[in-house]
């Protein structure tokens, strides 16, 4: 089993609607996580970062994190043609290494 | 500007000549990481570094060597490149060793390509 595991996509949604990507991690010491966006060719850049069980909200991006089911989630409110890449989900492993899931690809429609 | 810089930015190569990827932050962060990114397999740990002469392996630093002499360095070192070492590879460094201030800022990345 994979230690943090995203579904690969890709995910279309159309524009102005709600994305929704998913991640699950093996490692139930896990205590903090990360959503990363990636463009083609692009280095990963930090979108939201989620420590506790719950919600945590930044503008349209919510990250939800379940300690007890071992999932975060990633929800993309009004949905732009901007939103468009590679979203990477991560977690620790242990207290310094940092693991990715493999990236689900998200396709926003105009 | 606040930032991860990394050179080169693309290099093409023979197997066996020996090369070094830089990776500088000017951010005096404590930790400093290089992954590589393959199609299908995603970003894989290659090293990481908690602080000056302090580092350990992630989940593939067979074929590469790091060294942290310097907090604002971290240089990837291969000593003998092989074609299946082509790949896309980021540096990145956070402000804290762990935890909830890990929060990674990546370099744009060297593209090798090991002929």
């Known amino acids: 089993q994979k230690e943090v595991e995203q579904n690969s996509g890709p995910l279309s949604v159309p524009e102005g609607a709600i994305a929704s990507l998913n991640c699950t991690y093996s490692?139930?010491?896990?205590?903090?996580f990360f959503w990363y966006r990636q463009y083609s060719g692009k280095s990963p850049e930090l979108i939201m970062s989620i420590y506790s069980n719950g919600d945590k909200e930044d503008g349209r991006f919510t990250a939800q994190l379940n300690k007890a089911s071992q999932y975060v989630s990633l929800l993309i409110r009004d949905s732009q043609p901007s939103d468009s890449a590679t979203y990477l989900c991560?977690?620790?492993?242990?207290?310094?290494?940092?693991?990715f899931g493999q990236g689900t690809r998200l396709t926003i429609n105009p | 500007e606040a930032q991860v810089t990394q050179n080169p930015r693309y290099l093409i190569t023979v197997t066996g000549k020996k090369l070094t990827v830089t990776c500088s932050q000017n951010?005096?962060?404590?930790?400093m990481s290089w992954y590589r990114q393959d199609p299908g397999l995603g970003l894989r740990q290659i090293y990481y570094s908690m602080n000056v002469e302090v580092t350990d392996k992630g989940d593939v630093p067979e074929g590469y060597k790091v060294s942290r002499k310097e907090k604002r360095n971290f240089p990837l070192i291969l000593e003998s490149p092989s074609p299946n070492q082509t790949s896309l590879y980021f540096c990145?460094?956070?402000?804290?060793?762990?935890?909830?201030?890990?929060?990674?800022?990546f370099g744009p990345g060297t593209r090798l390509t090991v002929l």
């Open positions: 990145a460094s956070s402000p804290e060793v762990s935890g909830a201030g890990n929060e990674q800022f």
């Open positions: 951010m005096n962060h404590e930790y």
């Open positions: 991560a977690g620790f492993q242990g207290a310094q290494k940092l693991v």
């Open positions: 490692d139930r010491g896990s205590q903090s």
